[in-house]
């Protein structure tokens, strides 16, 4: 820095020195400014002092007077004796100096007797007949007067006493410097420098605490999903209470592939009804006995409108064969008429070539749907219920291989139907949402922590048809429920619940869509809160989103939705499923080979009998 400004006041000390004449002194300004021919004079301008009432008739031709002496100042303001005229000039050398990473010019301010001009200056003297007498102003330019170096001069004439003392020649394109102090001129510089910085620096410390306060408002009201909260593994002391027995399972030996013959995908297909009788068929199927190919796996009667008692039979136990857990890419031919369901079944767990067009308007077909449904559902009897997918196609198939299909089964997805990490994701949902739309009395979803997350779609369509699949899908999980009763026994959750809840009419008050940057403590709470054996009633859980719940705290929910066991989904659990608190809390876990072994689902029969039904994971 100290550099910069040692050289910035020699060049200032340059330019002062070739410009000034040592006649100052004694007052005399010369415009000998030329040293060599190549030197021109451009732009000469003679400028009349403007009037501001109406003109006044020019006075009669005056002589110059023969041999006048005019009284002028001099750069001390001291009168000294001219005679030609006197003179107030600005020169501005308009070389660019740079300072502090600024590019200034200079300007010179000099006042006194007009000197004596060379040959090239002659036609920019001050002349007494020019204005008759009277002041004017000369501007003009001198090219190329010094090492191509250029010169714009103003020079202000006049011939009365003092007459050259109060002229100023200010402009704002450039940085004026005095004659008399070039220190001075130098602090003036860095005083407007470090002037102009703190404005800068305060305009900027402004604007950094308005977007802070912005940024604080919508990471606050934004779900930051955490990976604990993603994928949540059982705590080791909530394993100890445990009251799965393995020696109480009764091995069915069926094996399920999630893959149909001829004969079982003419069965299913025979089940779905034209989008014309959609609406009827719905209803007249929903007190149907749900099994597949005609082998029930559960009957009863179904419960009475009063609160029925909760049994909980001895688990049965599947096994998965086939090609595994993750979804596979093939080519096949579809025979099956041009409608998405019909065309997805026949399929089978596969990667399907979705119809962008299509599958956006089965996503906009969904949201209107769901927002016909209240936050909080009410259901009867003979369903299933269904945790975690977290986006395995094929384990969709085999659950509903093994339960069976619509309209024959009704299922109840407690959330976790997604996962940003599968690429079965897309597929899941749009299987799922087309059942929704062609069998709405029989399917139905409630929301979970991936589908309060972004759902991003990679490298499988243009980055454009990313973006709008992303889009709709956003927007139709924001029209998913939260939570729902089952035959006034039964509290189905995706997580949680929240204290926050006073009566149903809470859950109920809730508006939809809630986008991810709206969502609010309640919905937070029944998505994100979790089961620990340490914690009576609430306590902030500091790795979560959500809060800790205790064994007091699942007493007064059953008491407060007329309830008597809570069933919930989010936590990767042992053998998938996993009942605590003398079956108050029933724990499930639907994706077998991800984060454990086994998945479960379970069956809720007419008499509001609950039969776990656990599917092991294929060995490799």
């Known amino acids: 820095m100290k550099a910069q400004q040692l050289f910035l006041i020699l060049n200032l000390f340059i330019v002062l020195v070739t410009s000034t004449t040592t006649s100052s002194e004694a007052g005399i300004i010369s415009d000998d400014l030329l040293n060599d021919n190549s030197s021109t004079i451009t732009n000469v301008t003679i400028e009349l002092p403007a009037t501001t009432s109406a003109p006044k008739p020019l006075p009669q031709k005056r002589e110059e007077p023969e041999k006048s002496v005019f009284r002028c100042k001099n750069m001390t303001n001291q009168l000294v004796d001219c005679k030609t005229a006197c003179v107030a000039k600005s020169s501005v050398d308009e070389t660019n100096y740079e300072f502090d990473h600024q590019k200034y010019g200079v300007q010179i301010m000099r006042r006194g007797c007009e000197g004596h001009s060379n040959f090239n200056l002659k036609s920019v003297e001050c002349k007494y007949e020019t204005n008759n007498g009277l002041p004017y102003s000369i501007l003009y330019s001198i090219a190329n007067y010094e090492k191509n170096r ?75 999903v955490k990976r604990t909260d993603y994928y949540n593994e059982a705590e080791q002391n909530l394993k100890e209470l445990n009251e799965f027995k393995e020696e109480s399972m009764i091995d069915t030996r069926v094996k399920v592939t999630g893959c149909m013959t001829i004969k079982d995908l003419s ?5 779905f009804p034209d989008e014309s009788r959609n609406s009827k068929l719905s209803k007249t199927h929903s007190d149907d006995v749900y099994a597949y190919a005609g082998n029930d796996m559960l009957k009863g009667a179904k419960c009475s409108t009063h609160r029925c008692s909760i049994e909980v039979e001895r688990p049965l136990l599947a096994h998965c064969i086939g090609f595994g857990h993750e979804i596979m890419n093939t080519d096949r031919v579809i025979l099956t008429p041009k409608d998405l369901l019909y065309r997805m079944v026949e399929h089978g767990p596969y990667q399907f070539p979705f119809d962008i067009i299509e599958l956006l308007q089965l996503f906009e077909e969904t949201a209107y749907i769901l927002g016909t449904e209240p936050s909080l559902l009410k259901l009867e009897g003979g369903i299933t219920i269904v945790g975690d997918l977290r986006g395995r196609y094929i384990d969709l198939h085999r659950w509903l291989q093994l339960t069976g299909w619509p309209p024959n089964n009704k299922l109840l997805f407690l959330g976790g139907m997604i996962d940003v990490e599968q690429k079965g994701s897309l ?16 399917i139905y979803m409630l929301r979970g922590v991936p589908e309060a997350s972004e759902f991003t779609i990679s490298n499988r369509y243009d980055p454009m048809i990313c973006r709008s699949i992303q889009s709709s899908v956003a927007r139709m999980l924001s029209y998913l429920p939260y939570s729902a009763v089952i035959g006034q026994s039964i509290l189905a959750t995706y997580s949680g619940f929240s204290p926050l809840v006073r009566s149903k009419q809470d859950l109920l008050a809730i508006q939809r869509p809630v986008r991810l940057d709206s969502i609010g403590k309640i919905e937070k709470h029944i998505m994100f809160n979790q089961p620990s054996p340490t914690v009576k009633m609430y306590r902030p859980n500091p790795l979560s989103e959500g809060d800790h719940f205790g064994k007091h705290a699942i007493l007064r929910a059953c008491k407060l939705y007329n309830v008597r066991t809570v069933v919930r989904a989010h936590t990767v659990v042992p053998n998938g499923y996993m009942p605590i608190w003398h079956h108050r809390l029933l724990n499930i876990w639907s994706a077998p080979a991800l984060g454990g072994a086994q998945g479960a689902v379970l069956c809720v029969s007419r008499d509001m009998s609950i039969t776990p039904v656990i599917l092991r994971a294929r060995k490799y």
């Open 150 to 224: 250029f010169l714009t001069v103003r020079k202000y004439c006049c011939w009365t006493v003092g007459c050259n003392a109060k002229n100023d020649f200010r402009n704002p394109r450039y940085v004026f410097v005095p004659r008399s102090n070039v220190k001075k001129a130098i602090d003036s510089l860095q005083v407007d420098s470090f002037f102009y910085f703190v404005i800068t620096a305060v305009v900027l410390l402004f604007l950094a605490i308005f977007a802070a306060q912005k940024y604080y408002v919508y990471a606050t009201s934004r779900i930051q």
């Open 267 to 271: 069965k299913v297909l025979a089940l």
């Open 427 to 442: 597929e899941t949902l749009a299987l799922i949402c087309a059942l929704k739309c062609r069998f709405p009395h029989h």
